[in-house]
């Protein structure tokens, strides 16, 4: 509902004064009423701001980037490692790109990202990068070969084009940046244009080990340690798996030292 809304396709529902009345702010006057009266009311009545319901409060963008581990070197190609490698090309490099941007415009906004402790050790593996970067490869390859087949189709060649640029682009900003997604994210932390946050360590959905407080001290504290080595800090907050939540996890969170969870 909440998109269609903003979208336009539906009418935002009434907002109601609180006290006495409670008359929708933005329902039209009924039809009974004089003109003149409605129209005093819109330009001689209270200001606008004043007949308007509003909320204070804040917004935190915040990115949840995770992937479960998959690494099969006893294989020259696995299919779900392309999970992997299709994030990279359409997700990590082109974030990548937006921050540069932001930095090269001068623009510091405020944006939190988490990067799971499993998807940094796959960004993190020179197998897995090699095979990225071989993926990579291979899609500007493909990319060049639809151009010359569709060269009779031109708006299909028009697409073609639009990808090859794409992957030729990715191909260079990842070796840009020594196929090291995880050391190019944490300079934009570095620089203050960023917040990266953790993850349990393999996505574990926490309620479920309630009963077993050696196991969820464990998910946070070696989430925690993981994190230490690759942004070379202490995280500040959490992502919790799914966002699931049950109370013994309160205790868990102070004592790894980690001041907010989403």
């Known amino acids: ?3 269609a809304m903003v979208e336009g396709q539906l009418p935002a529902p009434p907002i109601t004064r609180t006290g006495a009345g409670r008359t929708p702010l933005n329902r039209r006057p009924g039809r009974g009423r004089n003109r003149d009266e409605r129209r005093g009311r819109a330009n001689g009545g209270r200001p606008a701001a004043e007949r308007r319901f509003f909320m204070a409060g804040y917004f935190a963008l915040i990115l949840h980037a995770h992937l479960p581990f998959v690494r099969h070197p006893e294989h020259a190609q696995f299919l779900e490692e392309n999970w992997l490698f299709e ?26 990202l988490t990067l799971t402790p499993t998807l940094c050790a796959m960004l993190q593996d020179p197998l897995l990068q090699d095979r990225c970067e071989r993926y990579l490869r291979e899609q500007v390859a493909l990319a060049e070969k639809e151009i010359q087949r569709t060269r009779w189709e031109k708006p299909l060649q028009q697409v073609a084009r639009f990808y090859h640029e794409r992957f030729t682009a990715a191909q260079a900003l990842y070796a840009g940046h020594g196929r090291d997604l995880v050391r190019a994210f944490r300079q934009f932390q570095e620089s203050g244009h960023l917040e990266i946050i953790t993850s349990a360590a393999t996505h574990a959905l926490l309620p479920l080990l309630a009963d077993h407080p050696p196991s969820l001290r464990a998910q946070v504290r070696v989430a925690c340690d993981h994190y230490q080595h690759c942004f070379g800090c202490e995280p500040r907050g959490i992502w ?7 109370e013994a996890l309160e205790e868990v969170l102070q004592a790894a030292d980690l001041r907010w969870f989403v």
């Open 1 to 3: 509902y909440l998109t």
């Open 87 to 112: 994030a990279v090309a359409e997700t990590y490099l082109p974030l990548l790109r937006l921050l540069e941007g932001w930095r090269r415009d001068g623009l510091s906004p405020r944006l939190t």
């Open 240 to 246: 919790l798996p799914e966002c699931a939540y049950v």
